[in-house]
C-alpha cells in the first residue's frame, strides 16, 4: 500500500523547536522529489522546502530559510524537517508530498502523494 504517513507535530513554544518525519511506504522516497507544504486557518497551501530526487538539490522560502533544514534518510525512508527558532507565524498544518519525475516545483498538482498533514502550533 502506498502511503506517506507524517509525525512529530505537536505544541510549542516561540524559539522552541520540532522535528517532522515523513515516512513513505509502498514506495521509494529515494526516485521523488519531496516537498513539505504548510496550511494556516483561512489561508491557501503554500510550499516551505523541497529536496530532489537524484542530486538532493534543495529550495527553501525566504521565511524559513536558515531555520528549517531538510534531509532524507533512505535506510528509513523517511524525510525530515528540523524546523528551529519556530515562530507564531509558522503554525499551521504541515503536509508532505512525494512527486515522480518532477524538480524544483511547489506545484501541488504536480505531487502524486500527499500525507494526512501534523498540526504545529507555535505559541507567543
Known amino acids: 500500500q502506498v502511503q506517506l504517513v507524517e509525525s512529530g507535530g505537536g505544541l510549542v513554544q516561540a524559539g522552541g523547536s520540532l522535528r517532522l518525519s515523513c515516512a513513505a511506504s509502498?514506495?521509494?522516497?529515494?526516485?521523488?522529489?519531496v516537498a513539505w507544504f504548510r496550511q494556516a486557518p483561512g489561508k491557501e497551501r503554500e510550499g516551505v522546502v523541497y529536496i530532489n530526487s537524484g542530486d538532493g538539490t534543495t529550495y527553501y522560502v525566504d521565511s524559513v530559510k536558515g531555520r528549517f533544514t531538510i534531509s532524507r534518510d533512505s535506510a528509513k525512508n523517511t524525510i525530515y524537517l528540523q524546523m528551529n527558532s519556530l515562530k507564531s507565524s509558522d503554525t499551521a498544518v504541515y503536509y508532505c508530498?512525494?512527486?515522480?519525475?518532477?524538480?524544483?516545483?511547489?506545484?501541488?498538482?504536480?505531487?502524486?502523494?500527499w500525507g494526512q498533514g501534523t498540526q504545529v502550533t507555535v505559541s507567543s
Open positions: 508530498a512525494a512527486g515522480f519525475a518532477i524538480r524544483s516545483t511547489f506545484i501541488l498538482a504536480q505531487y502524486d502523494y
Open positions: 509502498g514506495f521509494s522516497l529515494d526516485y521523488y522529489t
